[in-house]
């Protein structure tokens, strides 16, 4: 019993403990390294596509031209939301994006055709091939949920999803009513490669948590969404664009940095809780972010950034780099995308992470459930309500 054993090591934050084998990504965050399934990220986010990396995760390996036909046609054919979920849409359109990427993304499971697929322990694989099936789907529907709830509180129709056009490319379709830049598009389909699983991050954890319940897929990636929405894990990208519009141009961005760090305030977008080197990510929205803001006539977001990154490479000694929020943030604002939609793109390229984790939960499972230290008092007198003051 607790009251009769020396206090144990408490390790706040699960810091530096493992509670599963995993085979979807491996970080060493001291020299900045990342790979899916064995992947270097810098070979993935230059050579493949947001269709490719979500077959990779969820199948287990590279696909074949003829594979990636069949997955891309299958995530086409799901892209289409049902018109309940549209009407929840209109019905919580004033509501922050994540709150309504939330809702729908639950509501979606009453939609779904393998909703009554059960967890049976004696033979799993049919639960987890409706998993992945409803990841599948979840990882088309997840970006006309975000696309179609903009349009909603704009005043405007969602429009409908194309199937000539890849993840990305269709996105910003939705979301714009035009025919995207095939640049543009490129670079967020690198974003969304970039940003498509990362171990066991505060969102996996959590949807990782709600699997080992044998909740299913749609409970787990609503707890993903719910803990990504938390400005410690999802708003790094949001809080560096209000930092360079603070700064308006590159001229300021040395003070503005000197006045933040000596009042001890944190410069967002540098950091990490895992990586003590760069972030490999980081550098592959660099240079989009440069390209990008000189093909929209505005270098300077790019150039304050810069600025703030020279400023800060003397903490480097520390372990604090730039991350891959830094430049993202800049990338989507050049893009058009309003502030609120960071954090929801950011679920839409995670989707695929947060289904692999789930299945690897059900494949392996074990209900996630650590312990507190009781600090509180022990054995207090039950007092009457007659005689409490």
């Known amino acids: 019993m607790q009251g009769l054993q020396d206090k144990p090591q408490i390790i706040t934050g699960l810091k530096g403990v493992y509670f ?17 399934r064995g992947y270097n990220i810098h070979d993935l986010a230059e050579n493949i596509t947001a269709e490719e990396v979500s077959y990779l995760l969820l199948r287990g390996k590279l696909p074949t031209q003829s594979e990636l036909s069949v997955f891309d046609a299958e995530l086409k054919a799901n892209r289409e939301l049902p018109p309940a979920i549209l009407e929840i849409i209109k019905l919580t359109k004033s509501a922050h994006p994540m709150d309504v990427l939330r809702t729908a993304v639950s509501a979606l499971a009453a939609f779904d055709p393998d909703t009554e697929v059960k967890f049976e322990w004696a033979n799993a694989k049919p639960f987890t091939d409706a998993t ?7 990882t088309a529907q997840v970006p006309t949920i975000i696309a179609a709830h903009h349009r909603i509180r704009s005043g405007q129709e969602p429009v409908k999803p194309r199937g000539d056009l890849g993840q990305a490319a269709n996105f910003l379709y939705m979301l714009f009513g035009k025919d995207p830049d095939p640049d543009d598009a490129k670079t967020l389909d690198v974003d969304f490669v970039l940003h498509a699983e990362h171990g066991s991050n505060a969102s996996s954890f959590a949807a990782r948590v709600a699997a080992s319940t044998l909740a299913d897929l749609h409970c787990a990636v609503v707890a993903g969404i719910g803990t990504l929405k938390g400005p410690s894990h999802g708003g790094a990208a949001e809080a560096v664009m209000t930092m360079t519009n603070e700064i308006g141009k ?4 040395a003070k503005y940095v000197e006045e933040r760090l000596a009042k001890k305030e944190r410069i967002m977008g540098f950091g990490h809780r895992v990586y003590r080197a760069v972030d490999p990510r980081a550098q592959h929205l660099r240079q989009r972010a440069h390209d990008l803001g000189m093909r929209r006539g505005h270098p300077e977001w790019f150039e304050i950034l810069q600025e703030v990154e020279k400023v800060m490479s003397r903490y480097q000694n520390r372990g604090i780099y730039v991350n891959v929020d830094f430049y993202a943030g800049a990338i989507y604002q050049l893009l058009n995308i309003p502030e609120d939609l960071y954090v929801p793109i950011f679920a839409m390229g995670r989707v695929p992470g947060w289904v692999q984790q789930a299945i690897e939960q059900y494949e392996n499972n074990e209900l996630l459930r650590p312990l507190t230290w009781y600090t509180g008092p022990m054995d207090v007198p039950f007092v009457p309500m007659g005689q409490r003051s």
């Open 20 to 36: 599963a084998e995993s085979q979807a990504s491996f970080i060493d965050g001291d020299v900045g390294k990342l790979l899916y």
């Open 132 to 138: 992945l099936r409803k990841g599948i789907r979840l």
């Open 250 to 253: 590159p001229e300021n961005a």
